[in-house]
Structures are given as structure tokens and as C-alpha cells.
């Protein structure tokens, strides 16, 4: 299975998505907070770092959880914003 290129856009998104989840784990380390969403280390840092733009939606769920953060304001704050 061959995955298509991101696009800059999805690019840009994914990288918003890492800057508002390392914002809102603030103090917390990166390890109880993977910990709490039940996933590893490793993939909340390629998420935060902008290199898993395209996480699961299931995981993206798990990690607002753990952050008290709700999927709606997430996904308005990570909403491109388009000029016209």
C-alpha cells in the first residue's frame, strides 16, 4: 500500500496539532502523558514534533483526554485558517 504525500497544508495541521498538545502538556512530562492516553512515548514526541502529522483519530481522542482538552476546540484550533 502505497500512502499518498501529504499536502503543505496537512503538513502545517499536523504541526499546529504538536505546538497545542506540547502547549497543553506544559509541565506534565512526555511520559505520564502518553502514559495516561495509553499510548508510547515515542508516538506522542513524532506527533508533537510535527513527524506523525496524521495521527489516529483514536489516538488524538486518548491524548485530549489525558489533557483535559476537548476534540472540538482541537479541532477548530488546528483548523486551517484561509484568507480570501
Do not use: H, N, W, Y
Amino acid at each position: 500500500m502505497v500512502r499518498t504525500p501529504l499536502t503543505p497544508e496537512e503538513r502545517e495541521r499536523g504541526e499546529r496539532l504538536g505546538q497545542l498538545l506540547r502547549e497543553a502538556r506544559g509541565g506534565r512530562s512526555m511520559t505520564a502523558v502518553a502514559a495516561s492516553a495509553g499510548i508510547s512515548a515515542e508516538t506522542l514526541r513524532k506527533i508533537e514534533t510535527g513527524r506523525a502529522p496524521t495521527p489516529a483519530f483514536f489516538t488524538v481522542a486518548a491524548l485530549a483526554r489525558a489533557l483535559g482538552l476537548s476534540m472540538d476546540d482541537l479541532a477548530r484550533r488546528c483548523a486551517l485558517v484561509r484568507v480570501a
